[in-house]
């Protein structure tokens, strides 16, 4: 709640020095990117709950999960907005595939998928060895006889900023 005072109080220091039309853009920026962050606290609690993160390990996920998450928004942001800039049918091709992600997970009928099945984590887990357990102090590589191996740190590290809730395909159960 404090911080978004704060951001309203921000806002109330862009319309005294911009005018109506700036505060109201900002303000709808603002409240879109609020409500998103509400989104990504329910994604990453289905990642969690999914993976049967241990409570002492989740700050870790979390804080790699996010710099993963900044780093590719930055590349997205400057390798996309050039690319939309030069192909419109881009623009739409996008729009195409959120519309029918969208329509997916809200009229979906089917059974829950596991997200293991997913075809990120299918890639990683076929290029990378992974452990079914979780190193007791948090580590994401680990040493299991003769072989190097990582733990199912990674695939949340990195299928969080890749894999949009839509892939889910609805509620999650707890994993055993």
């Known amino acids: 709640l404090l911080w978004f005072c704060i951001g309203l109080i921000f806002n109330v220091g862009i319309f005294a020095t911009m005018?109506?039309?700036?505060?109201?853009?900002?303000?709808?920026?603002?409240?879109?990117?609020?409500?998103l962050s509400m989104d990504n606290v329910f994604?990453?609690?289905?990642v969690f709950t999914?993976?049967?993160?241990?409570?002492?390990?989740?700050?870790?996920a979390l804080f790699l999960g996010v710099?993963?998450?900044?780093?590719?928004?930055?590349?997205?942001?400057?390798?996309?907005?050039?690319f939309f800039r030069v192909a419109f049918v881009v623009q739409l091709l996008f729009g195409l595939i959120l519309i029918q992600s969208g329509?997916?997970?809200?009229?979906?009928?089917?059974?829950?998928?596991?997200?293991?099945?997913?075809?990120?984590?299918?890639?990683?887990t076929r290029c990378l060895p992974l452990t079914q357990a979780y190193d007791e102090h948090g580590a994401l590589f680990v040493r299991v006889p003769a072989t190097s191996t990582r733990t199912d740190l990674i695939p949340q590290?990195?299928?969080s900023p890749v894999v949009p809730p839509s892939e889910l395909d609805g509620p999650v159960s707890e994993a055993g």
């Open 19 to 35: 005018g109506s039309d700036s505060a109201i853009v900002w303000l709808n920026g603002y409240i879109l990117e609020y409500l």
């Open 67 to 82: 710099l993963g998450a900044v780093v590719f928004r930055c590349l997205f942001y400057f390798v996309g907005a050039e």
């Open 103 to 124: 329509y997916k997970t809200a009229f979906s009928d089917e059974d829950d998928d596991d997200p293991r099945e997913n075809r990120c984590v299918r890639v990683i």
């Open 43 to 46: 994604f990453f609690h289905v």
């Open 157 to 159: 590290v990195v299928g």
């Open 50 to 60: 999914t993976y049967a993160t241990p409570p002492e390990q989740i700050y870790k």
